[in-house]
């Protein structure tokens, strides 16, 4: 009777945690890149403002850096086999894929300096480190794939003057629009939504055995 009553509860907590380690790695991760995908086709018609990179961001944040990376790179690859805008090539892929972990390892690094506890709905302190995420990795990634498309162009010219090719991708008005429309946008999406999302999630994470202060 004793090995009985000891038994069955260390038989249900082995199943617990099985269940728990599931969630953890494959239905959280699975979770946003549903959200990320289904908000990109609902935002289709609106050119470079979308939830992607916040998305992005808030899972490096709430599942770490590790689960956060999936969530990039699995979220890019998927959108990028239908994306109504067309098929991106393997070496500009490569080049988005590698631009938005930035979003991933920027929610991992605002997670060490701003704590769950201390976030706030509206505006606090810690509002200015969404902005500076924001702003960081969005110019970053435009930057990373407008150069790619600078000298893909200059290879399609055959021309060997990238200066003047950088210029037009980095520069011209149409690049300009569309950096500012990106920028612009998520230098308000992040602190808008950022705190309501990543608390939205903690809730989520913690019937799964994961407490607020455990993601990596």
């Given at each position: 009777m004793r090995q009985a009553v000891i038994t069955v509860p260390r038989a249900r907590s082995a199943k617990g945690r099985a269940s728990g380690l599931v969630a953890r790695e494959l239905l959280a991760p699975g979770a946003f890149v549903l959200a990320i995908l289904a908000t990109n086709y609902a935002l289709a018609g609106i050119p470079n403002v979308k939830l992607f990179d916040l998305l992005v961001f808030v899972a490096g944040y709430t599942l770490g850096l590790r689960r956060g990376l999936v969530v990039a790179v699995g979220a890019m690859l998927l959108y990028e086999i239908s994306n109504p805008w067309g098929h991106a090539l393997p070496a500009l892929l490569a080049t988005k894929v590698g631009a938005e972990i930035g979003y991933a390892l920027a929610g991992a690094i605002v997670r060490r300096v701003v704590s769950p506890d201390r976030l706030r709905l509206g505006p606090?302190?810690?509002t200015i480190g969404f902005v500076l995420a924001a702003l960081v990795t969005t110019i970053t990634y435009d930057l990373a794939t407008n150069l790619y498309t600078a000298f893909f162009w200059?290879?399609?010219a055959g021309s060997t003057d990238y200066l003047r090719?950088?210029?037009v991708t980095l520069f011209g008005p149409g690049?300009?629009?569309f950096m500012l429309l990106h920028?612009?946008?998520?230098?308000a999406l992040f602190p808008a939504f950022g705190p309501l999302l990543i608390k939205g999630a903690d809730r989520v994470k913690q019937p799964w055995g994961e407490r607020s202060d455990d993601a990596n």
């Open positions: 606090s302190r810690a200059a290879s399609l090719w950088v210029s690049a300009l629009f920028v612009g946008s998520n230098v």
